[in-house]
């Protein structure tokens, strides 16, 4: 399945050609067919020669209404570029054609339209002014074809070459993540919700859980139809309608993207290679507001110039786009950049999700130079870097891969010992060696700064270290294991410490602590004073010396008395069966607040097990 879109200039006669072609009227809008002006997408579609149907996306030719010309155009397989033989090259002309260039369509057809109106040696003069017009541009040397609607001279040529070319021209790749820009979105009577795309990269199918990404919002497949033909299953490279349950069209807009859950983010900010148009008629300035188009989205975006201050005409520059509001797009897509109905200048996305970046930095811009260009290896092992610790499937999300291109490439990185491996299974991260490094690096001086701060405490609580680490729960478990298993940290229940680290107390802190402890067994050792607590770094300290046991918040007993009194609960048990809080109280002459923490601790600490309102041993 083939997807073909016309350009043009205003009135050159493409949606004429469409219906003389297919018999197919694209106009769907009735201002539309009232004043003779294609102002939104039309579609129609036929079959070639060769037994193919295609789809083709028919669209404006106004210079107010590129915008939605800029939606249609961007999945197709080829440009039918029509210009009109009594005038020849117009703006419009030039302006599609640039942006067929900067979408990277390489296959297309001229339509030298309403052949009929002049004489052939005009023909062959618009003929030469548009081979002109195509050099340089991915265009290059494309067929044109003198055509009439009216007196269908050349359609049969037209098709002939369209089946030709688009033999010629690869089935669209399938890596599993199905992605369709949304171009339409309306209701049928008695079905509901419909939306519709040229769909690229995967297959939906019927039943299939689907989600919007920008909008939001999940739903399941209940139809499909391609050329108002039911199906089963849709291919990349077709044209769909996707009949949706469980939610409204109106909560869907252009620019949402139907896909799969649980794989396409949105992006406010992406890296690309921009080409500024030769035309453009004064340099793009850093920090400029720009309208950018990438899929059927657009969105007001700031320019953000990373190897310059100014990008000259016919200049190619690195830039991060910096949207207001957020697209969903994925690395290598295309996209163009306009002001004030002009168009300005596009290229391809080499980082969807990009990070603020040092301006006129030189390893950032070879490493988008890497992004864009380099192997399949290079371009990896940037990814890791600049995204670790990162696991299989969000390499292949981000890098427009498959996992199987993924996996075979990293382990002979981890071979090579180019990258470093966190956890196993599907909890299985990669860093590249020097982001370990430097992860490690980070997490030895958090440490070391927290036992600076608290010299007395055993260590850096693990939530804490977590959060400055800026890692998710799912990764920092695994990172701190290898951290540990290397002897670069240690665990310490709940907390981290560093291998040479031994708590200490300060002087005074040291006589305070004395003091207490000699408190705790000078009255009555089964009920030690609750109100005297030394600060909280001084009780842990205490605690990791082995010298106290904190039964409850309040409740401390040194630890020979604890011990002796587990002894004598657990003689009490061995002779009784059982122990209740009162037996507790009575035994040791205390009151029910120390017997209950007493048991509690217990409890806790798995010595005991509370059955209704007694315990016995575990």
Do not use: C
């Amino acid at each position: 399945m083939h997807v073909v879109g016309t350009a043009g200039h205003v009135d050159h006669g493409k949606s004429t050609l469409v219906e003389a072609l297919t018999g197919i009227d694209p106009d769907r809008l009735q201002e539309e067919k009232e004043r003779g002006l294609t102002i939104d997408l039309g579609f129609a579609w036929m079959t070639l020669p060769g037994g193919e149907e295609i789809s083709i996306v028919d669209v404006p030719g106004h210079e107010r209404f590129v915008n939605n010309m800029l939606a249609g155009v961007g999945g197709i397989d080829m440009a039918l570029l029509v210009v009109a033989a009594d005038e020849s090259v117009m703006p419009q002309t030039r302006e599609h054609l640039a942006i067929l260039d900067l979408l990277g369509v390489s296959r297309g057809l001229v339509a030298i339209t309403k052949a009929d109106l002049v004489d052939d040696d005009f023909v062959e003069l618009v003929e030469a002014e548009v081979s002109e017009l195509l050099d340089g541009t991915s265009l290059e040397g494309s067929r044109a074809i003198a055509v009439s609607a009216t007196t269908r001279r050349g359609l049969d040529e037209l098709t002939a070459a369209m089946s030709e070319l688009l033999t010629e021209t690869g089935v669209r790749r399938d890596v599993g993540r199905p992605r369709l820009p949304v171009d339409r979105s309306f209701t049928i009577s008695g079905f509901g919700t419909v939306v519709t795309g040229t769909l690229i990269d995967g297959s939906l199918e019927v039943g299939g859980e689907v989600e919007l990404v920008v909008s939001g919002g999940k739903s399941r497949i209940r139809g499909l139809q391609n050329h108002k033909t039911k199906s089963e299953r849709a291919v990349p490279g077709s044209r769909v309608a996707v009949n949706l349950s469980g939610i409204a069209h109106d909560a869907i807009q252009r620019g949402d993207v139907l896909t799969i859950p649980g794989w396409l983010t949105t992006t406010t900010s992406f890296d690309a290679h921009l080409k500024v148009l030769p035309e453009v008629p004064r340099a793009l300035r850093h920090n400029m507001y720009v309208t950018v188009h990438t899929g059927s989205a657009e969105a007001i975006a700031r320019l953000r110039l990373l190897d310059t201050d100014r990008a000259e005409p016919g200049e190619w520059v690195w830039a991060q786009i910096k949207l207001e509001t957020p697209v969903a797009v994925v690395k290598g897509d295309h996209f163009v950049i306009r002001s004030n109905q002009t168009t300005l200048g596009g290229g391809n996305i080499v980082d969807a999700h990009a990070q603020r970046h040092r301006r006129k930095h030189a390893p950032l811009l070879e490493r988008l130079a890497v992004m864009e260009s380099g192997s399949p290896r290079e371009i990896l092992a940037e990814a890791v870097h600049q995204h670790g610790p990162v696991n299989v499937a969000t390499l292949a999300d981000r890098l427009s891969m498959t996992p199987s291109e993924v996996e075979p490439e990293l382990r002979g990185m981890e071979r090579d010992e180019d990258v470093t491996v966190v956890g196993a299974g599907p909890g299985k991260h990669y860093l590249s060696a020097a982001g370990w490094r430097e992860l490690a690096e980070k997490a030895q001086r958090s440490v070391a700064e927290y036992h600076g701060r608290f010299p007395a405490r055993r260590g850096e609580p693990k939530e804490e270290l977590r959060s400055r680490l800026g890692l998710t729960a799912a990764v920092f478990g695994p990172v701190l294991a290898r951290l540990s298993e290397t002897g670069v940290l240690v665990e310490a229940g709940a907390s981290v410490h560093d291998p040479v680290h031994v708590p200490s107390l300060s002087a005074e802190q040291e006589q305070t602590a004395a003091t207490f402890v000699a408190s705790l067994d000078a009255g009555d050792p089964y009920s030690p004073p609750t109100d005297q607590l030394p600060e909280e770094d001084v009780l842990d300290l205490l605690e990791d010396r082995g010298l106290v046991v904190r039964a409850g918040e309040a409740v401390v007993f040194s630890t020979a008395t604890f011990e002796r009194m587990v002894q004598q609960i657990k003689d009490f048990v061995g002779e009784h069966g059982q122990v209740t809080v009162g037996d507790v109280r009575d035994l040791f002459g205390t009151s029910r607040k120390y017997a209950l923490a007493l048991l509690e601790h217990l409890d806790k600490t798995r010595v005991t097990r509370r059955v209704d309102d007694a315990r016995v041993l575990r």
